[in-house]
Nanobody, 121 residues
Framework: QVQLRESGGGLALPGGSLRLSCLAS????????MAWYRQASGKERELVAD???????NYANFAKGRFSISKDSGLAAVWLQMNSLKPEDAGVYYC???????????????WGQGTLVTVSP
């Protein structure tokens, strides 16, 4: 089992910054990678960035140069530093974990509840 708890969303001015946090609580689950997705109103959920256990990262084009994903040593926490925010960055940001449930050896994907990011003057 995995529970993901996000925090750090809120209101930011255009050009401002926010730092999102996601803490993972695991039991009989090995996380291989974690990611941040976002979903704007009326749009599909899209990948923002992901990071593997060994630290490899991947960013959506819109996130390159502005956002940075990082993790703790054990991949029990990930952060998303968002700089130079734009109104189009607004939406619900979801933490995601992919891994293996150790009892069944089955691959699973888990989502957090999401945290709202608003970018407005």
């Amino acid at each position: 089992q995995v529970q993901l708890r996000e925090s750090g969303g809120g209101l930011a001015l255009p050009g401002g910054s926010l730092r999102l946090s996601c803490l993972a609580s695991t039991r009989m689950f090995h996380i291989n990678s974690m990611a941040w997705y976002r979903q704007a109103s009326g749009k599909e959920r899209e990948l923002v960035a992901d990071i593997t256990r060994n630290g490899n990262t991947n960013y959506a084009n819109f996130a390159k140069g502005r956002f940075s994903i990082s993790k703790d040593s054990g991949l029990a926490a990930v952060w998303l530093q968002m700089n130079s925010l734009k109104p189009e960055d607004a939406g619900v940001y979801y933490c995601n974990a992919k891994g293996v449930e150790l009892h069944t050896s089955s691959a699973q994907e888990v989502w957090g509840q999401g945290t709202l990011v608003t970018v407005s003057p």
